[in-house]
């Protein structure tokens, strides 16, 4: 006797996950949703929905009739670290393996039916390609950001930044969650707003001190060592310190003295800040 075991919509930023088991003899298939709502920001960080499948499996394997010694092929998905943790503290034999049809496709239905319940068209988002699905529900979100939003699976830290930060491109809003990171906020607004040619870099200057910085010409920032740091380059090669004030992430000091040339300077920032909701200081 074999049981298959399967996954799909986990690797995707929108809607509900699935899970399918499957004993092969006599071809008898099983499917179980895992809820958005396990996949918030504080679930996903307490690895919910992966503990979730573990008492879903238990569950299933006593409708299979599981008996241990029975061949277990398990899907390689990352999503089932927990699950392959359990049955190694259980002594309980199972095999990593790329799980095919039938039930890679029927479980792979499951996902898109969800999909065609929540309003994405289902002819566009069946596709093997995870990179065009991925495209395609990414712009299914975007084209109606604030009512679709609530679909996402948010506690997906990476690719719900990623989706925010090109709700931001294409509308010019910004995110005010996006404002804890400095250097791409002011980075999306310049390159929105025209400013010459801006440029993210990112440095590691020693085993435990690295540099985030962008800069704009003739204007370069920098974040670095919880401060930041605007160096202004010119004919004469002149530069100030801008730190962030300790009581407030989103006050910005500068420190300058001498060359007049740097008050034009000064204003670009004072605008770009105010723009972003950023305070501003200049100490002469």
Not at 109 to 134: M, N, Q
């Amino acid at each position: 006797m074999t049981i298959e075991i399967d996954d799909s919509g986990t690797g995707e930023m929108v809607g509900n996950a699935f899970i399918g088991l499957r004993k092969v003899e006599p071809n008898h298939m099983i499917f179980k949703r895992i809820p958005l709502e396990t996949f918030g920001k504080e679930e996903w960080l307490e690895r919910k929905p992966q503990f979730m499948v573990i008492d879903l499996v238990k569950e299933e394997f006593k409708e299979l009739h599981y008996s241990v010694g029975e061949e277990i092929n398990l899907c390689t998905s990352p999503f089932f670290d927990k699950l392959r943790e359990y049955f190694r503290r259980n002594d309980i034999p199972f095999k990593p393996s790329v799980i095919e049809d039938p039930l890679n496709q029927k479980v792979e239905i499951e996902y898109l039916r969800h999909l065609k319940k929540i309003g994405v068209d289902f002819k566009s988002a069946y596709t093997l390609d995870p990179k065009k699905r991925t495209r395609v529900l990414r712009d299914w979100v975007l084209a109606d950001y604030d009512n679709r939003l609530r679909f996402v699976k948010v506690g997906y830290k990476k690719g719900f930044r990623k989706l925010k930060l090109r709700h931001q491109e294409i509308t010019g809003i910004i995110d005010e969650d996006l404002l804890l990171d400095p250097v791409s906020t002011i980075y999306n607004f310049c390159n929105i707003n025209g400013y010459f040619r801006p440029q993210k870099y990112y440095t590691q200057l020693s085993n435990d001190i690295f540099k985030l910085g962008v800069s704009i010409r003739p204007i370069y920032f920098e974040f670095s060592d919880n401060s930041f740091k605007f160096f202004f380059k010119g004919s004469n090669y002149y530069s100030d310190t801008f730190e962030e004030e300790l009581n407030c992430v989103r006050a910005i000091t500068a420190e300058s003295s001498g060359l007049g040339k740097k008050i034009t300077q000064h204003k670009v920032f004072a605008e770009i800040c105010d723009t972003l909701g950023l305070k501003f200081h200049i100490n002469q």
